[in-house]
């Protein structure tokens, strides 16, 4: 079974929601991104939100595209480690 992230960002914090109910707060995206990654969630299985309460940040399109690409090597990364490991 995957697991699915929703991203938010909250005063200066992102956060994702894994749908297994765990939360992962962190102040960077690169920081989240590696985090994710180490709990199992695929960069097709990450969402971002926004429903503007109070406190909520919008994620803008280039925080997105970062996120993306460092999901994306992060990916490689790891299908290569274990590819050498075997």
């Known amino acids: ?11 200066n914090e992102f956060i994702a929601t894994l749908s297994d109910g765990c939360r992962i707060q962190k102040p960077e995206l690169r920081e ?11 960069l097709n ?8 309460s109070s406190g909520q940040r919008m994620i ?7 996120f993306r690409a460092e999901m994306r090597r992060l990916e490689r990364h790891q ?4 590819a050498v490991a075997a």
């Open 1 to 11: 079974m995957t697991t699915a992230a929703s991203i938010i960002l909250f005063k």
């Open 45 to 52: 299985d990450v969402h971002f939100e926004w429903n503007g």
């Open 32 to 42: 989240l991104a590696n985090a994710l990654i180490h709990a199992g969630v695929h």
């Open 79 to 82: 299908v290569k480690g274990l």
């Open 60 to 66: 803008t399109a280039g925080q997105q595209v970062a």
